[in-house]
């Protein structure tokens, strides 16, 4: 019984890992290739990357999954069940209690708290500026999830696809950009430090609609089980400032075009998972 | 399928919209003007209108290593009659430190003058003026006599008075009278071995108020005074008369004596004593004060009693050694003062956001304490440091030298002092005339804002000088002393650069652009008209 569910478990994912994502290579390849510079591509492999894991981690979970699953054809589990959800993942650390409205509507209430910092060295026109980066996206967020395909006998049975939005009560990135060389003017010179600092501020703060999909319900035990979710945040393009300090100017040309470079800066991926707490699981 | 692949090409690409460098066109510029925010800028012009060519410049004093000049650098000159001197912007003033140096002014033929200046917190820019003199030719509130005298066995062999000329409308002179056998020694204290003297004494006449900007250190203000006790001061003078005694013998400069000397300096019998609050009587008593130009040091050398002889008041005393000589009323605190006593506010509403070069005067019983020029601004400041306790005068000038307001202070012993003073709208007043000056730089795409910068300015076809026009902040300026579709010559100094713009039409063109500009900077956005300039000049700034 058990080789035959992994049989059954290989014809199922594989040709959906194999066509789909082959396919999905050959698309992305050549939507990427004539637009995109080559830092992305590390993104795009990440991404890739963690499609695949996921999908690994699916198939190891699914397959315990499919042996209930199987045994109980007849007795569809419910994918929604009350519980409380810790997630960690691209909107960081959060939680979520859900409350299911019927066998195919669920919804989350939750929050998120995402703490960023970064630092590396940039060039501006030729000249080398350190650069410090704190960014804080912090939300409390309603989401519904469908489960249109409750029937279903394989893999979509535990799909769900999600609508919603989010309070950003924080969402900023603040960059700090200081030239590491020193600079003179006539025989004065002026270390970094002195020179100054270009700060650029961005803000993202208020509503957010949100679109995703996932997989809920991957069973761990009796009362845990796992969601993976991939969806993303639109918001409304960011205000920004661009100051200097102490030596650096100031200049509202400079911060005009700031704001045109991040116009398009609007998207915050969401790919999490979630651990599942269900507080209403009773032993049969 | 095609749904589960539409699903995951969808969730991935989203993520890849943001692509735009956020950096793309920024650069990383430094902005010259937050460089040097503190400066002192001079007006150099010889007394008589003569070149100053020739004329050298060093500084000294305790801060002298945080100064530059507005390029940054040590080189300082006198460039299109300004010279102008910067801040280290990390030496900037604070409350408790001023910034103190002095200036020397130097040169073949010049009297050497040392000008004293102190820099304040929030006092970001002052411009005085400074007229040299020379040694032969003094100014006309000035009068000199230029003499040889033999000399036997080195020393004088009877006795010997020579006096200043009373010329140029003086009333007053200053007579030395050196008594027979004299002989001059040199700064070691050596008598100087020669045969001959030669005398330049220098008087001044105090009923001409020029003499005043003629005291040593431009002002009658000073922080390096030395009492009679050696204690360090910081004095107000209230001079009855200076004047300056030099001699040479053999070319060399003359520092003291073998024997006293007698020094007769006569009085204007209008000099007001605030000591007896009456003009000065025979008997009062007035200090003698001698200041050292190679220190810039004033020393109290001591009390000495007015006479009266054939009707004319005097005070004669003995030396020893010769400098510069000043006798009055001296008042004297203990040093270092480091707050302003003047912070004075200007409303001049009708201005709507314009300047007007002003000529400030602060007098004390009739003596001009310190004159100062100033680009006032509606709601300015002007902030006017080293002035002891006391009830002074200030009288404030306009083009043409009109009187456009005049009131009383009381200075006490306490820390500021903050008047607010209402400059009156004249009768007849010009437009509002927008002026916009950037550097348009050739290898550069854009235009820079300049640091600030004072403006000149004469009609095209005047014979005149360039007047001073107003201190230009951010590229952007406003006057009122322009009118409507004439023509003016421009000149802008800012360091050591120079550019004159010739034959600008003040004109009612692109007024909408003016008056945008006039209101973001604080100006009402009312032009008139309006004037736009590129200077030029892009060396590294």
């Known amino acids: ?284 | 399928m095609k749904i589960k692949f539409y699903l995951l090409f969808f969730s991935l690409s989203v993520l890849l919209l943001q692509c735009k460098n956020p950096l793309e066109k920024i650069q990383l510029d430094i902005d010259a003007s937050k460089i040097i925010t503190y400066s002192a800028v001079f007006e150099v012009v010889e007394a008589k209108g003569a070149s100053i060519e020739g004329l050298k410049v060093n500084i000294d004093g305790e801060d002298a290593d945080a100064i530059y000049d507005l390029g940054g650098t040590k080189n300082f000159a006198v460039h299109s009659g300004m010279l102008s001197f910067g801040v280290d912007p990390r030496s900037n003033p604070t409350e408790i430190n001023p910034v103190r140096f002095n200036v020397v002014l130097s040169g073949p033929g010049f009297i050497t003058e040392r000008i004293p200046v102190t820099i304040v917190e929030n006092q970001l820019q002052q411009l005085n003026q400074v007229a040299v003199m020379r040694e032969t030719n003094p100014p006309s509130s000035g009068n000199v006599i230029n003499s040889t005298y033999p000399l036997v066995s080195n020393a004088i062999a009877k006795e010997l008075t020579f006096s200043t000329p009373l010329s140029n409308g003086a009333t007053e002179r200053i007579s030395m009278t050196l008594p027979a056998g004299t002989q001059f020694k040199n700064a070691a204290g050596t008598v100087i071995q020669g045969s001959s003297l030669s005398v330049t004494v220098l008087s001044f006449n105090m009923a001409n108020e020029d003499s005043y900007s003629h005291f040593p250190g431009g002002s009658l203000v000073s922080e390096n005074v030395i009492g009679a006790a050696g204690e360090q001061l910081a004095a107000t003078f209230l001079p009855a008369a200076f004047g300056n005694i030099e001699m040479r013998v053999a070319g060399i400069e003359v520092k003291s004596f073998t024997l006293p000397v007698k020094v007769v300096m006569d009085i204007n019998a209008a000099y007001q004593n605030e000591l007896t609050a009456q003009a000065v009587r025979e008997g009062d008593k007035l200090a003698v004060y001698s200041h050292e130009t190679l220190t810039g040091i004033w020393k109290a050398e001591k009390q000495a009693a007015v006479t009266r002889i054939d009707g004319k008041f005097q005070l004669p005393f003995t030396t020893d050694h010769l400098t510069w000589y000043m006798t009055g009323v001296v008042f004297t605190a203990a040093r270092p003062k480091v707050k302003p006593n003047m912070e004075i506010t200007f409303l001049a509403p009708w201005l709507k956001g314009a300047d007007l070069p002003v000529t400030v005067k602060i007098k004390r019983s009739g003596c001009l304490i310190k004159k100062q020029l100033h680009a006032l601004k509606h709601n300015g400041k002007l902030i006017v440091n080293g002035v002891l306790p006391g009830t002074y005068t200030i009288e404030v000038f306009g083009k043409d030298g009109k009187l456009l307001y005049t009131g009383t202070v009381v200075v006490s012993a306490s820390n500021n002092v903050q008047i607010t003073f209402e400059i009156a709208s004249p009768a007849i007043v010009g437009p509002v005339v927008s002026m916009e000056l950037k550097l348009k730089c050739p290898d550069k795409g854009f235009l820079i804002t300049p640091p600030d910068f004072y403006l000149y300015y004469m009609e095209a076809n005047s014979t005149g000088s360039y007047q001073l026009l107003g201190l230009v902040s951010g590229g952007t300026f406003t006057t009122r002393l322009l009118d409507l579709n004439k023509t003016y010559h421009f000149k802008a100094v800012w360091g050591s650069r120079t550019k004159i713009v010739l034959n600008r039409k003040v004109s009612t063109e692109n007024l909408l652009i003016a008056n945008q500009n006039n209101a973001g900077k604080g100006g009402c956005g009312c032009a008139q008209a309006q004037i736009t300039m590129f200077l030029e000049e892009c060396a590294k700034l």
Not at chain 1, 197 to 215: D, H, R, S, V
């Open chain 1, 1 to 284: 019984m058990y080789h035959k569910s992994k049989k059954q478990t290989k014809d199922q994912i594989l040709p959906f890992f194999r066509d789909s994502d082959f396919l999905a290579g050959i698309r992305l390849r050549n939507f990427l290739s004539n637009r995109f510079r080559s830092g992305h591509w590390r993104l795009i492999v990440l991404i890739i990357l963690c499609h695949f894991c996921f999908l690994s981690g699916i198939n190891h979970a699914f397959a315990q999954d499919i042996d209930v699953f199987s045994e109980k054809k007849n007795n569809v589990q419910p994918l929604f069940t009350p519980s409380i959800a810790a997630h960690i993942g691209t909107q960081g650390l959060g939680i979520d209690l859900n409350i299911p409205a019927s066998e195919r509507l669920n919804f989350r209430f939750g929050g998120s708290f995402l703490p960023l910092k970064y630092a590396t060295v940039r060039n501006f026109g030729g000249e080398n500026a350190s650069m410090k980066m704190n960014a804080r996206f912090n939300n409390v967020h309603a989401i519904a999830d469908v489960h249109p395909f409750a029937r279903s006998a394989n893999l979509l049975s535990k799909m769900v696809f999600s609508a919603g939005a989010g309070y950003f009560y924080t969402a900023s990135g603040d960059f700090r950009f200081q030239p590491t060389g020193d600079y003179s003017y006539g025989e004065l010179t002026f270390s970094g430090p002195e020179v100054g600092e270009m700060q650029a501020k961005m803000n993202w703060e208020g509503f957010a609609p949100f679109a995703g999909l996932g997989l809920n319900s991957l069973k761990l035990n009796q009362r845990l089980n796992m969601d993976l979710g991939l969806g993303t945040y639109r918001f409304r393009s960011p205000s920004v400032s661009l100051i200097g300090t102490r030596l650096i100017s100031s200049s509202a040309t400079d911060e005009a075009q700031f704001q045109q470079n991040v116009s398009d800066y609007r998207w915050l991926p969401v790919l999490q998972f979630g651990l599942n707490y269900n507080f209403t699981f009773k032993k049969q």
